[in-house]
């Protein structure tokens, strides 16, 4: 993996949103879900079946880290930037309870890296796009869900980054 390789932190506590992302963005799973409620196990199974659609991106040169909550996106942004290799993209969930919101992780990753491009990806509208500027600046994103592959890729494409700068 090159340094120089464009990098993702997703925040989202859907399961089923998170796994959409990891077959859009080609990531690997940790290991396997023995946690789940067996029916939960099932859903996620479904889901993965309606999405075949959805070939990986590796060959976009994305490298995707995929967390439930906003402080883990925080901690995964602040070792980023230790290791020398900071996230160009976060795409953020605005409702993930019981932890911070979309925005409030937001604030904090821009506090950690000014640079990084952030999207909201919500199904709902939990503040006003004023408020969003306020806080942000006019670097901000929004998708609204569900989303498609094309959609993602379409945010990627609009931001300051692209798979072809790596």
């Known amino acids: 993996m090159s340094d120089h390789k464009p990098r993702i932190v997703v925040a989202d506590d859907d399961q089923g949103v998170l796994e959409h992302y990891r077959m859009i963005f080609g990531v690997e799973e940790d290991e396997p879900d023995d946690h789940l409620d067996p029916d939960l196990a099932i859903l996620d199974d479904l889901i993965g079946d ?27 942004a602040q070792q980023a930037i230790q290791e020398g290799s900071p996230f160009t993209h976060a ?29 909201f990806v919500s199904a709902y509208y939990d503040y006003l796009e004023d408020e969003l500027t306020q806080a942000l600046g006019e670097r901000w994103l929004f998708l609204q869900k569900p ?5 993602i890729l379409r945010m990627l494409d609009q931001s300051p980054y692209s798979a072809g700068d790596s």
Do not use: C, N, Y
């Not at 309606?50 to 995964?76: R, Y």
């Not at 925005?103 to 491009?117: G, H, K, N, S, V």
């Not at 989303?147 to 959609?151: C, D, I, K, M, Y």
């Open 91 to 119: 795409f953020l969930d605005m409702r993930r309870p019981p932890g911070m919101d979309g925005l409030q992780t937001a604030i904090q990753l821009r506090e950690i890296d000014a640079e990084i491009q952030i999207i």
């Open 147 to 151: 989303f498609q592959r094309a959609a």
């Open 50 to 76: 309606l999405m075949i659609e959805d070939e990986p991106l590796a060959e976009a040169g994305w490298e995707a880290t995929l967390v439930s909550q906003g402080v883990d996106a925080v901690h995964a």
